[in-house]
């Protein structure tokens, strides 16, 4: 009889693990294989094709650009809000629910309102025209301002993305103990203090998730990258796409996938090292 019920957990979680294996194994396992193979035998011709690409290059250089502009400011945006919602008492639901807007709205349309806004005809250079700011309208979104698209992208993403953040964070100061606080208050230590020496180090655990996600998900950028810049700014989710859909070549398109994951994985390891998380001193 206990024999039997030694195997009612693994009963249990079968659905789940058959579930992930048809929907995320065996599609990971064929494009590795696709990645690393010719006409059915292996071979490196696919990785060659991608690393002579001539965007290549510019793509991984964009990619971690954006990826190390935008993710420490959303982490900090993120805080700020955080930290300021958590005093508020009276429509603090209302504050949180209209800072999290961008959370329901896709990338590709986010894309588009900001493409809306900063293009020649768009809002922000009909203001500036109207008010006398600036004689022309001027275009930003093009391959001849290329620092002006990129800031335009990263604050395109930065506004997109930063809820999400937000909602970790706040989840994880939610969980910080009143008393630490009041203790610390108490003995003399001031606002700084305490977010420093008490806040930050308890809400460790969702400060990690939250650069793992954000970070992850910066590599995967894309729809926001494509609606503003299109190939003017290659990024390499962009190369992947071009190389399955316009130049109809699978076999590299799996090759720039592999190396996203690759790259998502790698920094997701270089976070779990480096923001370390004891179990036993969480509140």
Do not use: H
Request: hydrophobic residues 55%; aromatic residues 10%; charged residues 10%.
């Amino acid at each position: 009889m206990a024999n039997k019920r030694s195997w009612i957990p693994y009963l249990l979680i079968l659905p789940s693990v058959a579930f992930l294996a048809l929907l995320f194994v065996v599609p990971l396992v064929q494009t590795i294989w696709l990645a690393v193979s010719e006409n059915g035998a292996p071979s490196l011709a696919n990785a060659q094709r991608m690393a002579s690409d001539i965007n290549f290059t510019r793509s991984v250089k964009n990619t971690f650009l954006l990826a190390i502009a935008v993710v420490p400011v959303q982490i900090a945006i993120a805080l700020a809000m955080g930290t300021m919602v958590s005093k508020v008492g009276p429509g603090r639901e209302t504050i949180l629910w209209i800072w999290t807007i961008p959370l329901g709205i896709s990338d590709l349309a986010a894309g588009l309102v900001w493409l809306s806004i900063l293009q020649n005809t768009g809002y922000l250079n009909s203001v500036l025209f109207g008010l006398g700011i600036i004689e022309q309208r001027t275009g930003w979104l093009s391959y001849q301002t290329p620092i002006a698209l990129f800031f335009a992208i990263a604050v395109a993403e930065i506004w997109r993305g930063t809820a999400i953040v937000m909602v970790i964070i706040v989840s994880g100061l939610n969980q910080v103990p009143k008393e630490f606080k009041e203790a610390a208050e108490i003995f003399g230590a001031g606002p700084r203090t305490r977010f420093l020496r008490i806040t930050l180090p308890l809400i460790r655990p969702a400060l990690q998730s939250a650069l793992i996600l954000r970070t992850v998900l910066a590599f995967e950028v894309f729809a926001v990258v494509y609606a503003l810049g299109g190939r003017n700014f290659p990024v390499l989710v962009g190369e992947a796409y071009t190389w399955q859909n316009q130049n109809q070549n699978y076999g590299v398109a799996a090759v720039y996938a592999v190396l996203i994951m690759m790259i998502s994985l790698a920094a997701t390891l270089i976070y779990l090292r480096v923001i370390k998380v004891d179990p036993e001193r969480l509140p």
